[in-house]
T-cell receptor
Framework: DQQVKQNSPSLSVQEGRISILNCDYT??????FLWYKKYPAEGPTFLIS?????DKNEDGRFTVFLNKSAKHLSLHIVPSQPGDSAVYFC????????????FGKGTKLSVIP | GAGVSQSPSNKVTEKGKDVELRCDPI?????LYWYRQSLGQGLEFLIY????????KSGLPSDRFSAERTGGSVSTLTIQRTQQEDSAVYLC????????????FGEGSRLTVL
């Protein structure tokens, strides 16, 4: 039973346009969500996070939106750059002090110059 | 180095052999995690160490898998009698405390079981 779902395995976007990566979750106990970015042959790196008390968090070109009622979050990248081409993982956990991140399968983003 | 270090980066072994994967976390990080990523899958939690507390082994897929962390620093993940389904990238991560947030991942150890 997959608790964190990224239904799009891949996404292609033109440089300069907006990239929107989506993530759905089923566990209503999740209250903290993160996005990680992974380049080939490297470990994932933390990108941005959001707690369930917020519906938006912004960091430069990256914005994460959370819709708790729909159990859905999305990552917006604008403008997209070729260096953003990577696999993006959505992750979630429940409770302060909790330690087990549950990851989605990832979405491979390709930004075309 | 300043990051999480894992070795070996690549390991090819024959079915039935034992393998050991090593992780050297960031200095000062008390929490250490092992995840694995099989082909086309997300990251699967395996085990978690926090300070001197008993590790959470709830993600280990079978009793062929074990891990230890010596002196609160270096960790070794051991897979006994490897099977082909054990083929995956094994990722180690560390963080400052027990609360999950920003995990710092190593580059992973790619295990191939023939």
């Amino acid at each position: 039973d997959q608790q964190v779902k990224q239904n799009s395995p891949s996404l292609s976007v033109q440089e300069g346009r907006i990239s929107i990566l989506n993530c759905d979750y089923t566990n209503s106990m999740f209250d903290y969500f993160l996005w990680y970015k992974k380049y080939p042959a490297e470990g994932p790196t933390f990108l941005i996070s959001i707690s369930s008390i917020k519906d938006k968090n912004e960091d430069g070109r990256f914005t994460v939106f959370l819709n708790k009622s729909a159990k859905h979050l999305s990552l917006h990248i604008v403008p997209s750059q070729p260096g953003d081409s990577a696999v993006y993982f959505c992750a979630a956990y429940s409770g302060a002090g909790s330690y087990q991140l549950t990851f989605g399968k990832g979405t491979k983003l390709s930004v075309i110059p | 180095g300043a990051g999480v270090s894992q070795s070996p980066s690549n390991k090819v072994t024959e079915k039935g052999k034992d393998v050991e994967l090593r992780c050297d976390p960031i200095s000062g990080h008390t929490a250490l995690y092992w995840y694995r990523q099989s082909l086309g899958q997300g990251l699967e939690f395996l085990i978690y160490f926090q300070g001197n507390s008993a590790p959470d082994k709830s993600g280990l897929p079978s009793d062929r898998f074990s891990a230890e962390r010596t002196g609160g620093s270096v960790s070794t993940l051991t897979i006994q009698r490897t099977q082909q389904e054990d083929s995956a990238v094994y990722l180690c991560a560390s963080s400052l405390g027990g609360s999950t947030g920003e995990l710092f991942f190593g580059e992973g150890s790619r295990l191939t079981v023939l």
